[in-house]
Nanobody, 124 residues
Framework: QVQLVESGGGLVQAGGSLRLSCAAS????????MGWFRQAPGKEREIVAA????????YYSDSVKGRFTISRDNAKNTVYLQMNSLKPEDTAVYYC?????????????????WGQGTQVTVSS
């Protein structure tokens, strides 16, 4: 069993930056593909970014491409999401997710493990 715990959310002004972290328990973290999703009030959960187990392949949604960067440190069992040039429309609960199969997918139902989420609020 893998547990994921997100941190780093908060309130920031538009144009600011935040870095989210997702700490994973379990020895298999380094073999998992990982993703960051977000869910705004009244909207469906959507993928933000994803990364393969060794970081050789990443994915970004069009809405965050060029502003967000996903990375991971397998020695620390942690995946990060650096968010720059934040916009009010980035306001959401951000979730970390892990997938046992080491393939990036945008389909949230194919992720096996989920964190509890961390709130990001961007003020205008």
């Amino acid at each position: 069993q893998v547990q994921l715990v997100e941190s780093g959310g908060g309130l920031v002004q538009a144009g600011g930056s935040l870095r989210l972290s997702c700490a994973a328990s379990g020895r298999s973290f380094s073999s998992y593909a990982m993703g960051w999703f977000r869910q705004a009030p009244g909207k469906e959960r959507e993928i933000v970014a994803a990364i393969r187990q060794n970081g050789d392949n990443t994915y970004y949604s069009d809405s965050v491409k060029g502003r967000f960067t996903i990375s991971r440190d397998n020695a620390k069992n942690t995946v990060y999401l650096q968010m720059n040039s934040l916009k009010p429309e980035d306001t959401a609960v951000y979730y970390c997710a892990g997938r046992r199969m080491n393939l990036i997918t945008t389909a949230l139902e194919l992720y096996d493990y989920w964190g509890q989420g961390t709130q990001v609020t961007v003020s205008s």
